[in-house]
């Protein structure tokens, strides 16, 4: 899959993680997109989505879809609860 998704019902219908990352001090955390969809809506885009880091506390992060990679072996991979805003 090549094109760019823009909304988090996108990424739902294809079984997409998110992956979240604290632009201060680099913390990752990986949502399902079903999940925020749920949460935020369907047509939400990935712009317009602020999550809050659990390490300092600012709304900072840089939000990337990417396909689930299910024939490798995840570790320490943490999937965080959405947080509505
Ligand atoms: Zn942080």
């Given at each position: 899959?090549?094109?760019?998704?823009?909304?988090?019902g996108?990424?739902?219908?294809?079984?997409?993680l998110?992956?979240?990352?604290?632009?201060?001090?680099e913390?990752?955390?990986?949502?399902?997109?079903s999940?925020?969809?749920?949460?935020?809506?369907?047509?939400?885009?990935?712009?317009?989505?602020?999550f809050?880091?659990?390490?300092?506390?600012?709304?900072?992060?840089?939000?990337?879809?990417?396909?689930?990679?299910r024939?490798?072996?995840?570790?320490?991979?943490?999937?965080?609860?959405?947080?509505?805003?």
């Amino acid at each position: 899959m090549t094109r760019t998704l823009k909304t988090l019902g996108e990424a739902a219908r294809h079984g997409m993680l998110v992956r979240v990352t604290c632009r201060k001090c680099e913390k990752v955390g990986f949502f399902i997109a079903s999940d925020l969809a749920t949460v935020n809506g369907h047509g939400r885009t990935f712009k317009s989505l602020k999550f809050r880091c659990k390490e300092c506390n600012v709304v900072d992060c840089e939000v990337m879809p990417f396909e689930d990679d299910r024939d490798r072996v995840h570790t320490n991979r943490v999937i965080w609860r959405p947080t509505r805003f």
